[in-house]
C-alpha cells in the first residue's frame, strides 16, 4: 500500500473526493465529551480514505483515541461531527435495527477478550453471527462448510464441539478471528487482537490475520499497544493530538 493519497489518513478542512475503488471513507470525524471543565477532544478532523487490500496498525498510548476512531469506523459509536461510509452507505444515517444489520453484513471485529459464548461449542461461537442475518440473506447460504473452512484454516478443525473453557488464550482468539470472517465483510477491526496472549500466540493470531486477510482483501484496522505486532504491517500510524500519524519504515 502507498503512502500517496487516497490511502493514507490526513487531517483536513475541506471535503474528501470520492474514487471508485475507495471503499471506507472518513470524512473530517472528531469526537468530543462533555466535562464539568468543558468539552474533552479525542479526535480532531481525522480524514482516511482506505481501498479493499490496505492493512494498517494503529498506536498510541491508553486514551489516545485509537479505540474510540476503530469504534467510529465500526460504526459501534457515534462521531460529534464528521462522516463515515463503507462501500457507498452511510451507517450513521440508519435506524438502530438497520446499522445493527449494516455491521454484522459488513464489518468484522477482534477484540482483546474473545467474547466467545462460553456455553456454545467452537462451531456454534463461529455460526453465531449468521444466526441474526435476515431470513433472506441465510436462504440457500451453506454457512456450516464455511464454518468449517475457517475453523480449519486458523488450525481449529479438531476441535469443533469444544467449549471456549476448553482452548487455550491462543485458540479461543483464533475462533474469535473465524467468527470476524464468517460473514465475509469487507472491514475487518481488530482492538488489541493479541493484547492476552504470550509471544508466541501472538505470533501465530498476527501470521493468521494477516494471511486471511490477504487472501479475502478485506480492509483491515488494527489498533494495538504492541511494537511487535505493529511491524508486521506494511503502514504503520501513531495517535498524536487525536490525529493518527503516518509513522516512517
Known sequence: MSGAWPKAWKTSTGGLSERADTVLIADRVSKSYATPRGDLRILTDVSLSLERGAAIAIMGPSGSGKSTLLYILGALDTPSSGSVSLDGADPFGLD?????????????????????????????????????APAAER?????????????????????????????SGGEKQRAALARALIRNPVLLLCDEPTGNLDRASADTVADLLLELHAARQTILIVVTHSAALAGKFPVRYEMTGGTPVRQEA
Open 96 to 132: 438502530e435495527a438497520a446499522q445493527a444489520a449494516f455491521r454484522n453484513r459488513h464489518i468484522g471485529f477482534v477484540f482483546q477478550d474473545h467474547s466467545l459464548l462460553p456455553q456454545c461449542s467452537v462451531l456454534e461461537n463461529v455460526l453465531s453471527p449468521t444466526l441474526v
Open 139 to 167: 436462504a440457500g447460504r451453506e454457512d456450516e462448510a464455511r464454518a468449517r473452512a475457517l475453523l480449519e484454516q486458523v488450525g481449529l478443525g479438531d476441535r469443533l464441539e469444544h467449549r471456549p473453557a476448553e482452548l
